[in-house]
């Protein structure tokens, strides 16, 4: 891929570091867009909250979650047992940083996790996660064409970890202001 392909891909977790930073290239990490508004499944949604945002483009169907739908991606939406985890544990404050190849003018970041009893050894689905996000950054500025929704570079959250044991997934979205997409990176965590 040229230069120029490179450097229209947008962004990805860095810290701790996600699944596509580890075992992709990282302007394949830093491409795994598809629309927004997770856990939604249909695409022409408007934004509750800033309705004069770009209507979300078609989210990522169930099982392709990881890759976002991108079939260069399609490897990180396998069940495996020997993805590379970060130990974390119940309750901790993790710190999640974001770097971007393109920055947009963004509305929100959110982090969703793997429900207690959820099946590692299927491919990832909205039913496996907990249906509300465990932790929500929301930049207020409206409308997105007139305000200063640009992250800064790299972005950093604090999330406070719930209550879990063993192996889960932490999917972090984020979700573009001026246009339908947003960004997907799974992290893998290991509860001690």
């Not at 169930?62 to 119940?90: C, K, M, N, Y």
């Not at 710190?95 to 190849?101: A, F, I, K, P, T």
């Not at 465990?134 to 959250?157: K, M, V």
């Not at 979205?173 to 990176?185: C, L």
Request: no cysteine.
């Amino acid at each position: 891929m040229t230069g120029t392909q490179q450097s229209i891909r947008h962004g990805s977790v860095i810290e701790p570091v996600s699944r596509a930073a580890i075992y992709l290239e990282s302007w394949q990490a830093a491409g795994l867009e598809a629309g927004k508004f997770f856990p939604a499944t249909e695409s022409g949604l408007l934004d509750p909250f800033a309705p004069d945002d770009v209507p979300n483009a078609q989210p990522p169907a169930d099982g392709r979650i990881a890759s976002a739908g991108q079939d260069f991606a399609a490897s990180l939406d396998e069940p495996r047992s020997d993805w590379q985890t970060h130990t974390v544990s119940s309750g901790q404050k993790l710190q999640v940083s974001w770097s971007y190849h393109a920055a947009h003018k963004t509305r929100r970041w959110n982090y969703f996790l793997t429900r207690d009893g959820w099946d590692p050894n299927r491919p990832l689905s909205r039913d496996q996660f907990e249906s509300a996000p465990i932790h929500t950054e929301q930049f207020s500025g409206q409308p997105y064409w007139s305000a200063d929704l640009l992250p800064p570079d790299p972005t950093r959250h604090t999330i406070t970890l719930p209550r879990r044991n063993g192996y889960h997934v932490l999917l972090a979205v984020w979700e573009v202001a001026d246009t339908g997409n947003g960004f997907y990176q799974v992290i893998d965590l290991t509860f001690s």
